[in-house]
């Protein structure tokens, strides 16, 4: 018995050794660790609308999200329903996140936590991150974090830093954030 389990441990080792250098790097096409945001935004370019629809569990939002960088460099994110009713504005300043108004059931520290990390790797560059292509060439998947605070966003589109879909995925919390494009007339 004593004997086998000398072999297995040495095998075990190799195989988890085989699995961390196989899996996803955070380099992208070589460009050192630093993943460029999902959604770029440049100064007087006007406001981007998006679809907006939020999963969670049993329960379905959707609404359209508007954000700007502001002429302070500062960015701006506003959800609102198709109704009117404003679901939270966000801003974004450097590293810093800062809630200007939230519906009262998002008003929960773990939930304001999660939009921010989310935000914050949509609109900013981020380091270690794992991104590969799937099947299809134009779709990006980036896998971050462990647990309950991995996420696994999808980038859609053929144009880099302008996606058509970006769809956000917590998979142990059952939390889906999916955005899709409005065209610049409306």
Known sequence: MRRSLRFVSPVVLFLLLIQFSTSCSPRINGEGSTVPPAIELTKGEGSQKYNIQLDFMKHHMSGMLIVRRMPDNEIRIVASTYFGLSLFDFSLRGDKFNVNSCIEPM??????????????????????????ATKNELTEKRVSGK????????????IPGDPAQIKMKHPWIRLTIRLDKLSKEI
């Open 107 to 132: 008003k929960k520290e773990k939930v304001l936590k999660l939009l921010e990390m989310d935000f914050k790797r949509l609109f900013l560059s981020e380091k270690g991150i794992c991104a590969k």
């Open 147 to 158: 647990g309950f605070g991995k996420s696994v966003l999808y980038i859609t589109g053929n």
